[in-house]
Nanobody, 127 residues
Framework: QVQLVESGGGLVQAGGSLRLSCAVS????????MGWFRQAPGKEREFVAA????????VYADSVKGRFSISRDNGKNTVYLQMNSLKPEDTAVYYC????????????????????WGQGTQVTVSS
């Protein structure tokens, strides 16, 4: 059984930083593309960032480019999302997701291609 467990969310002031982690078990992490998505209250889920199983390329939503950084440690079966210069509009539940195999960067932004999802971690940015 595949499990994705996110951690690292919390309350932070605007301009602050958080690092989210997603630990994966029950599947071959090293050949899985990984993505981060978020959903704010009353809004649809949106893509945030993704990373190829090999670590490159990485893909970002325009809204987070230059502020967020996705990385992975295949030895620890963990993917990270470093979030800097946080804004109130970054407030959302953040989900990590896994898909088998490699996809084109444009495909990595689509939630429907990811098979396995975590339970989410809340990020709240106060103004």
């Amino acid at each position: 059984q595949v499990q994705l467990v996110e951690s690292g969310g919390g309350l932070v002031q605007a301009g602050g930083s958080l690092r989210l982690s997603c630990a994966v078990s029950g599947r071959t992490f090293s050949n899985s593309d990984m993505g981060w998505f978020r959903q704010a209250p009353g809004k649809e889920r949106e893509f945030v960032a993704a990373i190829r199983w090999s670590g490159s390329p990485t893909v970002y939503a325009d809204s987070v480019k230059g502020r967020f950084s996705i990385s992975r440690d295949n030895g620890k079966n963990t993917v990270y999302l470093q979030m800097n210069s946080l804004k109130p509009e970054d407030t959302a539940v953040y989900y990590c997701a896994a898909k088998h195999g490699a996809s084109a960067p444009s495909t990595m932004t689509r939630g429907e291609v990811y098979r396995d999802w975590g339970q989410g971690t809340q990020v709240t940015v106060s103004s």
